[in-house]
């Protein structure tokens, strides 16, 4: 079969440019699916950072006004990504954080900049670029959805699309008012179009035109048609739930490896298990935590409410009551950090927590750690869990979404059946999330099935080079 072409649109791509998860994903994909005979070319605004990445871009198209300046489309590559570069200095020519300034506040001009990505693929999608022409477009989050609303309304051929949700919450809700300014016509205000409770909805629309719909995970895809967890969309999504489907993200094995992970203390597999007492001691000196063969339980995440973070506050005196340390790495609300701070005070030695983004650090706690802690509210699909397994950090988590449906609980029935590789808890509250770490640290005294579920968890598939063959499969029918 001749290879199928696709075209990716999204706001950001690791390693050039991340903000979470969604660039994980942007960036890891392309690499895998060429096995599958898929060939990605990405569609990516031309922020500085993406600029940089190459010194000799082709400049493919010009487009001498659009949406408010000159910006030209460059073809090239960079770390192995075959790249549209969306070069508008207008709008893109801003360091830092894509999405915000400095102070962290969104830039006002968000929806022009967005559908100023989603326009020029759209025109792509037509032929801009003399000799390519994709078979597929497949947009990521609501920054690219417009796309699916350039295409209905222009003229042509277009090419089948899938629309991928890395997370419902959000969603670029703007004002009519800005409708000219998208260059979109009048009558694509409609329920039938873009409007979306008397504004205008960038993912709503994607979600109504897309041939396929996506979510990070399969349990996601379910709940979202739910009032739950749905936040407003939950009607069109059970609407098309015959085009929407989940696909667990993979991770990256070349930089999460026990083995040869270089950010270790010490390199350790399934079979010597030991040696991550050598990360462990690491973990208690940076932590400032006790040296003793008590249960170390860590969690690494943002500080937000989805992530369940205050559940966690509230659970910390249970957890040092039966005997357990707990470390935190995170950033992000600044209460919350507080509550931890202060939590540090009150149990010198049991509790350490480190507030900030630091890379080296978190793998450090997924190859010292014995339990990986993550009670989120909801959770699109979740790394850490993954993390977690890869480095024989038992998850402990919330059943939902993605932590649903890539966790095994240790009930009676999965632990004889060898199957279990983590502990889940619902509902979500402080309570459950008593019990299963209860549960966790009755587990951890029980060495023999503890290494047995480390070494179920390490023995996992969980590469992208796998979960790739999901969307190529996707692809390969939407062609049929
Ligand atoms: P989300 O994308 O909602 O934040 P995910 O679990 O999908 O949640 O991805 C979060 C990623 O960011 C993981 O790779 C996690 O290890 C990492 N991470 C989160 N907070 C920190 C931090 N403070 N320091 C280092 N890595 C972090």
Redesign the pocket.
């Known amino acids: 079969m001749s290879m199928i072409k696709v075209l990716a649109v999204a706001s950001e791509i690791h390693p050039l440019i991340k903000t979470?998860?969604?660039a994980?994903v942007v960036g890891a994909l392309p690499g895998a699916l060429k096995r599958y005979d898929v060939a990605v070319t990405t569609v990516i605004p031309g922020y500085p950072a993406v600029l940089a990445a190459n010194e000799k871009w082709e400049t493919v198209a010009k487009l001498p006004s659009f949406f408010g300046g000159r910006t030209t489309i460059k073809r090239g590559a960079a770390n192995g990504l075959n790249l549209f570069v969306v070069d508008a200095p207008h709008l893109f020519n801003r360091p830092g954080n894509p999405y915000t300034d400095k102070d962290g506040r969104d830039w006002l001009d968000n929806p022009q900049r967005y559908g100023a990505l989603s326009s020029a693929a759209a025109e792509i999608c037509h032929g801009l670029v003399a000799d390519y022409r994709p078979d597929i477009v497949h947009v990521h989050d609501w920054q690219a959805a417009l796309t699916l609303a350039y295409l209905n309304y222009a003229e042509g051929p277009r090419p089948k699309s899938v629309i991928t949700v890395?997370?419902l919450a959000f969603q670029g809700q703007y004002p009519r008012s800005i409708l000219g300014s998208l260059a979109l016509p009048q009558r694509s205000f409609s329920v039938e179009g873009v409007e979306y409770y008397g504004m205008i909805g960038f993912l709503k629309a994607g979600l109504h035109f897309a041939d396929r719909i996506t979510t990070?995970s399969p349990r996601y895809a379910t709940e979202i048609q739910t009032a739950e967890a749905g936040m407003g969309l939950e009607g069109l999504l059970a609407g098309r739930s015959d085009v929407l489907s989940g696909i667990v993200?993979g991770i990256d094995d070349s930089e999460w490896n026990p083995a040869t992970d270089t950010k270790l203390a010490v390199n350790y597999d399934a079979k010597s298990l030991a040696k991550r007492a050598g990360n462990r001691e690491a973990l208690e000196k940076r932590f400032g935590l006790d040296h003793d063969n008590s249960p170390l339980f860590c969690l690494?995440?943002?500080l937000t409410w989805?992530?369940g973070i205050d559940i966690m506050a509230e659970t910390v005196p249970h957890l040092v009551a039966h005997g357990a340390r707990f470390a935190l790495?995170?950033?992000g609300d600044k209460e919350l950090e507080g509550i931890f701070r202060q939590a540090t005070y009150q149990y010198p030695g049991r509790v350490g927590a480190?507030?900030?983004?630091?890379?080296a650090?978190?793998h450090l706690m997924f190859g010292g750690g014995d339990m990986t802690l993550?009670p989120?509210r909801f959770?699109?699909?979740?790394?850490?869990?993954l993390?977690g397994l890869r480095y024989g950090c038992i998850p402990v988590v919330a059943r939902v979404g993605?932590l649903s449906d890539t966790i095994v609980d240790a009930n009676d029935a999965a632990l004889t059946l060898k199957a279990a590789t983590g502990v889940q808890f619902q509902p979500i509250t402080g309570a459950m999330l008593q019990e299963g770490i209860s549960r966790a640290i009755a587990l951890y005294r029980d060495k023999t099935v503890w290494q047995a579920m480390q070494k179920r968890g390490m023995g996992l598939d969980l590469s992208w080079t796998s979960r790739a063959s999901a969307y190529a499969k996707l692809y390969k029918d939407l062609l049929k």
């Open positions: 979470g998860g969604l994980d890395h997370n990070v993200n690494v995440s943002r989805q992530k790495l995170g950033s480190v507030f900030g983004f630091d890379e650090l978190s993550v989120s959770e699109p699909c979740g790394l850490t869990q993390y993605g």
